[in-house]
């Protein structure tokens, strides 16, 4: 899901090229990380049953614009995201994309290969990413003789299914322009996580992409940014969002009429009390 461009968007610590590099060994050449450094990149516990070091996996770097696999292709690798952001997408008879997914860090790719083992969705970088291969007749022939390690991965995906799931629900339930503002709260949470600023981030996404992931089409995610711009929830400079009132943006139901939007964002109540902004735009 982000350019580096603006010079407030620093990690709490260190790059995540840096901390990526850190926290794994070279090899050959090539970049490795060990069971344990997978665990923590899921957020997972560590399986105690296999040594750190009895198991390596290997980095892979991809380049924005490049595909890590494409629909059809057959299956043998599941991805976790170590740096960078992607997407995933459907595509049609006709070209068109669906898009289902934003993947970055500890996100983990290519569980849809698993039942039919070929992959059902394509995943295309957004930026330079630097992906983590784990090799699924590996884990499955690890997961048979260390019972701890498949459970972790059952639960993984699990948690990518929950995930998708609550998408669905809150596709059929909201407003277009509540499902904007929840995206933007999701987005700022997940870069808290990664220890990047909740309130000034860059997107990678297309406003086009964040219309096909919301089922919105893009004139109503760009009309709807402005109208956030507008009544002071964020400030827009072209892919670069500044989140101002987070609250509101979690209990906005739907945009205020273009009348009212240049005036304060409180009002008094019948009895005179002061209503909070962000009352105010979910009563609305």
Known sequence: MLSTQTSEIRPATTTLQSSSMEAGRQRQGRLWSNLKEVCDLLH???????ANEELLFQHVQFKTGQRIHTIGQPFDTLYIVNSGF????????YGNEQVLSFPMKGDMLGVDGIHTRHYSSEAVALSDCDLILLPFKKLTALGRIHLELENMMYGVMSRELVREQAMIGMLGALSAEARVARFL???????????????????????????????????????????????????????????????????????????????PATGKSKGGDTVPSGQLLAAL
């Open 44 to 50: 997972i516990p560590a399986a105690n049953s296999i």
């Open 86 to 93: 992607l997407k995933t997408v459907l595509i049609d008879e």
């Open 185 to 263: 709260v999701a987005l700022a949470e997940r870069f808290a996580q990664m220890g990047y600023s909740s309130k000034l981030f860059n997107l990678r996404m297309t406003r086009h992409e964040i219309g096909s992931y919301l089922g919105l089409t893009l004139e109503t995610v760009s009309r709807t940014l402005s109208a956030f711009n507008e009544i002071g929830l964020i400030s827009v400079d072209q892919r670069t969002i500044g989140i101002k009132d987070p609250e509101a943006l979690k209990t906005l139901r739907r945009l205020p009429p273009s009348r009212t939007r240049g005036k």
